[in-house]
């Protein structure tokens, strides 16, 4: 069964305090693994897909990076706007098609002004 | 805005009651996958369609069902609703689940409270 674990549960920082969240996994055979952004009692909002060891992703004051065990979303100077609950999840595969996202259950990130 | 829509947006009913959440993915994708989240279990998977046909079931209750229909929009059936059903019921919709770059995009869900 893949597994995804993410810490730390929140995370409070102040505007421009730079950080990073971190997402750890056991899947038989990493096949991509996606960042999402989720506001309060809204859907998560596809943020970036990582493939392979190394690869990195950036997104405005986000960037994404990928091991063989885990990923990191770095913040670099965050505002109050990127306050949200970022999760993190992988595809788990049957037949070679993906079935199902198995999340981790987010970071709570709160910016204060 | 992912693409993806969800109706309706809030419902409040009684245990023991029966409710449809529908679904309409994005233009071009055939596969719609239905997730619950509440506050102690996080996103779990529920159930996914591709192009009509169920492909795959996740913790999905017996009480729980779902389908997809010819123009590919979905519904989840909830019936003999309990207290602890109430939770945020999400749809997401990918376009070709054999890419291993298959993307989901998400709808704003559908928050249901069971009183």
Known sequence: EDQVTQS????????????????SYTVSGLR???WYRQDPGKGPEFLFTLYSAGEEKEKERLKATL??????LHITAPKPEDSA???CAV??????????????KGTLLTVNP | DSGVTQTPKHLITATGQRVTLRCSPRSG?????????????????????YNG??????????RFSAQQFPDLHSELNLSSLELGDSALYFC??????GSSGDTQYFGPGTRLTVL
Request: net charge negative.
């Open chain 1, 8 to 23: 730390p549960e929140a995370l409070r920082l102040q505007e421009g305090e730079s950080s990073s969240l971190n997402c």
């Open chain 1, 32 to 34: 991509g693994l996606f």
């Open chain 1, 67 to 72: 091991t063989k065990k885990e990923s990191f």
């Open chain 1, 85 to 87: 609950t970022y999760l």
């Open chain 1, 91 to 104: 595809p788990s595969f049957r037949g070679g098609s993906n079935y199902k996202l198995t999340f981790g």
């Open chain 2, 29 to 49: 994708d055939l596969s719609v996958y239905w997730y619950q989240q509440s506050l102690d279990q996080g996103l779990q998977f529920l159930i996914q369609y």
């Open chain 2, 53 to 62: 046909e169920e492909r795959a079931k996740g913790n999905i209750l017996e």
């Open chain 2, 92 to 97: 997401a919709s990918s376009v070709d689940p």
